[in-house]
């Protein structure tokens, strides 16, 4: 995946049971570093190894919070998150209350709808009490809380010899503060403030007695901060102000946005919800928006998520490849460090911020353990160049992708054989450092694990594809000596690379090449990137498809990690035999770019109706890769993350492939390469696309095979050109 310690991780040091997420439905918010995940009834009743909570900058500022009625766990009536994910939304109510042997109150005569959203570091609750019954009624409501300030990694199941100091909680009229000193001396806290005061407040709830006519409302407003900073605002007023800046900061997004418009209102509700779970997973960091991974274990900066998020997308918003691409190089490895596995000129893998992270307890502070995300960065620079034409960024980024460049040559390619090749400098570094990390995703034909240093199949064609936009970038630049070296130095890859990874018995490229050279030869979706990335040579496309495409690849939903007839195949497991959108969205532009439209639109079907069974529409880091039954949903992965970034941006480059989708700023035009949409798609229409201060509107719709492009409205000199 895209993780520091893996689901499935067998490494000696790092072993963790990681609860399952299926378990327990959990609705989820996040803003910034911030994000919440509540139950059903918006409570939070976590402990070690259960991701619910409140988490601020890889530490859990809030591991408990539960609401009462007179005593009683509310009935939960519904629980919904708005389609924007902008707050959850919980309506309760009471269940019977007796006294003695009669029912005082019965039940659903109290409703209790909790409104909660995440904004600038803190939790907003607006908690609305109604009385429905035929008398005055006094309601007694207890709010509990408390805070284990665990680091995420404790959470997720490592255990630590020793912590930090807990300091005894503050306790005003209206407010707690509750405290925790990490060992790495840095002092964490969580204020939790009410409006109005409580009846009685203590340092672990909270309880109000509320008098309420028939028919008569009552609204408790709860604020949980963390950090110890009161603004000078009531708690009502605030989250008035806070709600209202949410909104308008979404809006702002969404303005700079394309946006899809389809026939089919499912998709519709797939596309909506896509959009919100990259907005809600996007920071605003001082070099622009950065998606993190996902949540709840990778809500922070990741490399390679990012840098394919922001391929994913870079159609409907190249502000986010921008921020990405800042990002990363302003974090460039500048030296060698073993305990980080960095290099001058490599692209961080991911950065963390916790307790457990400052002390080293974990090597993640600041990890570069990622093969492909130094070539990832290059091939993002040149296709944002190819969307915006936006040459001056690319003279500010220049000496970063030629530091990306040195360090793929210098220090990616170990033994100087022509391929680039990872293995790690420090045992507590990661095992396998392509996207499929966990320890047993590279193995031969017999099952047997591969041993390093090992060359990846589609890191060769990241090389190849970032040699390419390198010369690109380099002749927009004028620096056309270092063009057309580079280019040459893709062409004599390419040929090079064929050579070594074709494997004709197995018609498709090998999945690596281990230490001692000795080919990898088993089926897997490794081998569709190399497709995405141009690499393949045209002639061996056909066969990549078939073998990517039959009974034992694609499982109906989607294409297989590993095929069905391969050693280690087990459909239940993290990468081998399990179906991960985001792969499936780089091998359908790989299908779209080698003009296997056809298949495109068979990936684009089972994802969608994939989507069909799938709470709130939100594709999943991956499911099961079990051979699809008719009339059942798939199965899902019991520990996927959800949301997570380039699984959402999935039905958008799923969606740009199957319109083969591109631009060409210089001569104004948006590119349709044929065409192609699912049966379950008449018409699409695409608002606001834009080439630098031009924008238009377009339409698309299928005529018998054919699809028809009409353009409904143009601002400025922009033009639409289809390619049959």
């Known amino acids: 995946m895209e993780d520091s310690i893996l689901p499935d991780a067998q490494d000696e040091q790092f072993q963790f049971t990681i609860p399952a997420l299926q378990e327990r439905r959990t609705r989820t918010l996040k803003h910034g570093d911030t994000f919440a995940m509540f139950d059903d009834n918006g409570d939070v009743l976590s402990s070690l190894g259960s991701p619910e909570g409140i988490f601020h900058r890889d530490t859990r500022h809030l591991s408990h919070l539960s609401l009462s009625i007179f005593g009683q766990r509310p009935i939960l009536l519904s629980s919904t998150l708005r389609d924007d994910n902008g707050a959850l939304i919980c309506d309760l109510t009471n269940p019977d209350l007796h006294k003695g042997d009669h029912i005082a109150l019965e039940h659903d005569l109290i409703h209790l709808r909790r409104l909660k959203f995440v904004w600038q570091n803190a939790n907003f609750e607006r908690l609305a009490v109604r009385n429905f019954s035929e008398r005055r009624e006094r309601v007694k409501i207890q709010i509990d809380f408390a805070a284990d300030f665990a680091d995420l990694f404790e959470v997720r199941g490592s ?153 994913q997308t870079l159609w409907i918003d190249p502000a986010l490849a921008r921020g990405v691409l800042f990002y990363l190089a302003a974090n460039q490895a500048d030296k060698i460090d073993a305990a980080a596995d960095a290099e001058p000129g490599k692209i961080l893998h991911e950065s963390r911020r916790g307790e457990m992270a400052e002390l080293g307890e974990v090597p993640f502070r600041r990890y570069y353990g990622s093969v492909d995300s130094t070539p990832l960065f290059v091939v993002l620079a040149g296709a944002y160049l190819q ?83 390198a010369a690109t970038i380099a002749s ?23 050579t070594q990874f074709w494997d004709e018995a197995l018609g498709t490229y090998v999945l690596a090449l281990d230490g001692e050279k000795r080919p990898c030869r088993v089926l897997t979706s490794n081998a569709g990137h190399t497709l995405f990335s141009g690499i393949a040579l045209p002639s061996r496309a056909a066969q990549i498809v078939r073998n990517l495409t039959d009974h034992d690849g694609f499982s109906g939903w989607g294409i297989r990690t590993v095929a069905a007839s391969e050693a280690r195949y087990n459909p239940m497991s993290y990468h081998n035999g399990s179906v991960w959108p985001h792969d499936n969205a780089l091998i359908a532009l790989g299908f779209a770019r080698y003009g296997f439209g056809a298949e495109v639109t068979r990936i684009f079907k089972g994802l969608f109706e994939a989507s069909i069974y799938i709470d709130l529409r939100r594709m999943p880091e ?35 492939a199957s319109l083969g989708l591109s631009f060409d700023p210089a001569n104004r035009h948006v590119i349709f390469n044929r065409p192609h949409l699912p049966d379950f798609l008449e018409e699409v229409t695409l608002h606001g696309l834009t080439l630098n201060d031009a924008s238009m509107s377009v339409q698309l719709r299928r005529t018998g095979t054919d699809v028809a492009v009409n353009v409904l409205s143009r601002k400025g000199d922009i033009w639409a050109t289809t390619i049959s």
């Open 159 to 311: 255990k630590r010899e020793r912590r930090g100091t807990y300091h005894p909680t503050s306790v005003k009229a209206d407010s707690v503060v509750m405290s925790y000193t990490g060992l790495d001396d840095r002092r964490r806290d969580t204020q939790l403030r009410f409006s109005p005061q409580p009846t009685h407040l203590t340092a672990n709830h909270a309880i109000f007695d509320v008098d309420l006519e028939p028919s008569e409302r009552a609204s408790i407003f709860i604020e949980i901060r963390c950090e110890n900073v009161s603004p000078n605002i009531p708690p009502w007023r605030l989250f008035f102000s806070s709600l209202r800046d949410a909104r308008r900061d979404l809006r702002a997004a969404l303005a700079r946005e394309a946006s899809v418009e389809t026939s089919n209102d499912i998709f519709n509700e797939v596309v909506r919800r896509s959009v919100a779970d990259l907005h809600m997973l996007t920071t605003d960091l001082p070099e622009g928006p950065y998606p993190y991974a996902g949540i709840p274990w990778f809500s922070t900066v990741f490399g390679r998520d990012a840098l394919i998020t922001a391929l």
């Open 387 to 469: 969307r915006t034409d936006d040459a001056r960024a690319l003279k500010q980024l220049w000496p970063h992708i030629e530091a990306a460049l040195n360090w793929i040559d210098v220090y990616g390619d170990r033994d100087g054989d022509g391929f680039v090749e990872y293995g790690r400098k420090s045992d507590d570094g990661l095992l396998n450092q392509g996207w499929k990390d966990s320890h047993d995703s590279v193995f031969h034909a017999d099952g047997t694990l591969a041993q390093g240093p090992i060359a990846l199949v589609e890191v060769q064609g990241y090389v190849y594809a970032a040699k390419r936009a």
């Open 476 to 498: 927009r630049l004028d620096h056309h000596d270092r063009s057309r070296k580079l280019e040459h130095e893709a062409e004599q890859l390419q040929k090079h690379f064929d």
């Open 622 to 656: 991956l499911f099961c890769g079990f051979r699809r039954v008719r009339g059942q949903g798939p199965t899902f992965y019991p520990v996927a993350c959800s949301p997570q970034a380039w699984a959402a941006a999935t039905p958008l480059a799923v969606l740009a």
